[in-house]
């Protein structure tokens, strides 16, 4: 359903690849918002991905950035600026890659060019896209930013590697510059920590089908998916957030606030061998607590 909460908004979508892609969730319904936007993402992704396709759907253009290059981005919002007729009014930065991660190195025998090039790609190009926007005074009054992270910028999850550190950065970016841009611009920035969610991104962290299980199992809600991702995303971009900076906002169904949960601690059991009634369903579960 479609409530024109981003009717006369003008946007920039970073990281819509295909139609698993976080922001492509967030690129369809700013659309059914009534916002214009541009799409953009990499050269290499524009080739292999379907941007451009998306592109054509949402009625605007797909501009080739790479995120880590300050020209790029300068280019980007200029262009931007220029197709959507007037300044930005949100953001979405939704990149992530880790070499690492691709090339399978541990935690503990981490390549130091491929951390830099994690951090670069994952969080630094954050900075450089609000540094870029800042600069060139490209984004209204009561803008917002967001840029999507993960709980593990908190917590030790198995096999994230090197991206824990990068989302943690990325988180801090958020709070640094929201204190500049909020004073100074009235502009909120803040980051969006979304469950585990099936993407291309998303399939690179080792055992993503077993961590979706148990978060699923942990959150009361269970996990948030993708479309729901982009309803969250499309609230911080509407008038109806604006006082709302600085801030690491969970979208995981309550998963970051649980320690155990019984449908986890029941399967755990089942692990071990328990022979205990511990095959029971949900409303089981609920009389133990009544
Ligand atoms: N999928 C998950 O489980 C999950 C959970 C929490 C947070 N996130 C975050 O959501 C965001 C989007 O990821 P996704 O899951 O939609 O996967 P995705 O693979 O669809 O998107 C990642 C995007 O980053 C782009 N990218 C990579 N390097 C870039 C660069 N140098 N410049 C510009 N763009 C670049 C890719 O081309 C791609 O479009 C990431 O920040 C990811 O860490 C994902």
């Known amino acids: ?3 024109n909460l981003l009717k006369g908004k003008r946007g920039i979508i970073f990281g819509a690849l295909n139609e698993d892609s976080i922001a492509w969730k967030v690129a369809q319904r700013a659309f059914e918002e009534g916002a214009t936007f541009t799409l953009t993402n990499t050269s290499v992704a524009m080739r292999m991905g379907d941007t451009a396709k998306l592109a054509e759907t949402c009625n605007t253009i797909a501009i080739e950035a790479d995120a880590t290059n300050v020209e790029d981005i300068e280019n ?13 009014d949100f953001v979405l930065h939704s990149i992530g890659m880790s070499p690492n991660v691709r090339k399978g190195r541990h935690y503990s025998d981490l390549d130091y060019g491929y951390l830099q090039k994690t951090l670069d790609i994952s969080a ?3 900075h450089k ?50 204190y500049i841009y909020g004073r ?23 055992g993503m089908d077993k961590l979706m299980d148990f978060s699923e199992r942990m959150a009361p809600l269970g996990n948030a998916t993708g479309d729901e991702c982009a309803d969250y995303c499309i609230s911080l971009f509407s008038d109806l957030t604006k006082k709302v900076t600085m801030q690491n906002l969970f979208h995981d169904g309550g998963f970051s606030s649980m320690g155990m949960s019984m449908r986890a601690l029941q399967q755990y059991e089942k692990g071990l061998g328990c022979d205990c009634d511990c095959g029971s369903d949900d409303s089981d579960t609920e009389h ?3």
């Open 1 to 3: 359903m479609a409530y």
């Open 76 to 88: 980007l919002f200029k262009q931007s600026i220029e197709h959507l007729g007037g300044n930005i």
């Open 124 to 126: 630094v190009s954050f």
């Open 184 to 206: 100074e611009r009235n502009v909120r920035i803040n980051t969006v920590s979304q469950s585990p969610t099936l993407t291309t991104a998303g399939s690179g962290v080792k």
């Open 288 to 290: 133990m607590y009544d």
């Open 129 to 178: 896209v609000l540094q870029v926007a800042r600069k060139l005074d490209a984004i209204n009054r009561w803008g917002s930013v967001v840029a999507l992270s993960y709980v593990a910028a908190q917590r030790t999850f198995y096999g994230y590697n090197d991206m824990a550190d990068a989302k943690a950065l990325l988180e801090s970016i958020a709070r640094s510059f929201g």
